[in-house]
């Protein structure tokens, strides 16, 4: 098996490349399902490594499919996401946005540099390993919609994924940094509007009508009972109103209110848990107050992110001969969603978070989806030497 200095070596020789490849991306952003620039590049890289390349899965997506020395074993999907976000780029660097309102601040630029690298390397060594790699580069993740897009055009099949593995460049954290941990990784992601229908009056007449805006306002302020009161305080969970729209001016009272917002937690009992309180509070204050509310949920929400225990210690075991036990941290979990949660929850697998703080002092550091984010390029070689040896190990010619 190749060693983890070898593969550090290979993927400090490639720095140039993945450099000027991520700056090329980061330069052209596109949107989620409008990545046709990136996913021209991503296809004709994968063909010219020999990978069997399938464009146009999930809408925008690319499929490369690489047999190793036997195609005996496991199939090893490996997702890199290549979308960008509706931001307005506020950092001046050579190889700034030069679509208006549109910038990579969240580093996908970086994964889809990171995923050709380690196809490249995956392809020098095949003969080194079996089974078959399977890279799936994804659109949409920031509208979490491209995983679902991809899966209902077969990605998980024909070869069947067995495991999978994925990871994230953390702009929070220090460069040189892996940061995982067993289980759930990153959170549910589920989301509602609610409706509150009253009866339009004169403002200064309100006893004519029935109020919403003051039914949603109480509905807004005791929703926020449900995470204080009603679930464990063990099991973690944020439920956050992002809107509320009605009324026209100052003295009318509108017939409706609209609200929306985002849930998160960790347990799918506990995501059921929150829609059940957020129905029960919702329609009784709306009904207490002469109103009426109606609900609405996704059919299917983002699942956790969830690390299969035995594929986060391959990744582990590669990490702590690559930047140090002491660098490493097990206990990385955020109330952040993927949609890559998908394809571990098919096959089980990892998911990994590669430090890549631009600042030592990681406060002065710009989270992600911040119009000044930046990431430090020295985490692109580590991020493709990691991941590399942790694939080589998914799939070892002996595993």
């Not at 289980?183 to 309100?206: L, Q, W």
């Not at 009426?292 to 299969?308: R, S």
Request: aromatic share 6%; hydrophobic share 40%; with cysteine.
């Amino acid at each position: 098996m190749i060693s983890t200095e070898q593969l550090k070596s290979e993927a400090e020789a490639m720095r140039a490349g993945l450099v000027a490849t991520r700056r090329d991306f980061h330069a052209h952003p596109e949107l989620g399902f409008q990545e046709v620039r990136t996913a021209g590049i991503v296809a004709k890289r994968l063909a010219e490594l020999g990978y069997e390349t399938q464009s146009g899965v999930g809408k925008t997506g690319v499929v490369g499919v690489l047999e190793g020395a036997s195609p005996d074993g496991e199939t090893l999907l490996l997702r890199f996401d290549m979308d960008a976000l509706p931001i307005e780029e506020q950092v001046d660097v050579p190889f700034k946005s030069l679509t208006p309102g549109v910038m990579h601040a969240c580093g996908h630029d970086a994964h889809t540099a990171i995923g050709l690298g380690v196809a490249e390397l995956l392809a020098r060594h095949r003969d080194q390993w079996k089974g078959i790699a399977k890279f799936v580069f994804q659109p949409a993740e920031e509208i979490v919609s491209g995983a679902l897009a991809m899966i209902a055009d077969g990605v998980l099949e024909h070869p069947k994924a067995t495991r999978s593995l994925s990871m994230h460049v953390s702009s929070k954290d220090r460069t040189g940094t892996v940061l995982m941990t067993d289980g759930p990784t990153m959170a549910i992601a589920d989301k509602f509007e609610i409706i509150v229908r009253g009866r339009g009056s004169h403002g200064a007449s309100p006893h004519y009508g029935a109020d919403p805006i003051v039914a949603g306002a109480q509905i807004v302020s005791a929703l926020q009972t449900i995470v204080s009161r009603n679930v464990d305080p063990l099991d973690e969970s944020v439920v956050t109103v992002g809107y509320f729209h009605g009324g026209t001016v100052g003295n009318i009272i509108p017939d409706k209110v609209t609200m929306g917002g985002t849930m998160r937690s960790f347990k799918d009992e506990v995501a059921l848990q929150i829609r059940q309180r957020m129905t029960e509070i919702a329609q009784g204050i709306a009904k207490a107050l002469g109103c009426e509310a109606t609900l609405w949920f996704p059919e299917i929400y983002n699942p956790a992110t969830v690390n299969d225990p035995k594929m986060a210690e391959v990744v582990r075991g590669r990490a702590r001969e690559l930047v140090g036990a002491d660098n490493m941290s097990a206990d990385h979990r955020t109330m952040g969603a993927e949609d890559a949660a998908h394809f571990l929850k098919a096959a089980p697998g990892a998911y990994v978070f590669i430090g890549a703080g631009v600042h030592d002092d990681e406060d002065k550091n710009e989270p992600h989806h911040s119009p000044r984010f930046e990431i430090n390029e020295d985490a692109l070689p580590i991020s493709v030497a990691l991941v590399t040896g942790a694939a080589l190990d998914m799939l070892a010619k002996n595993s």
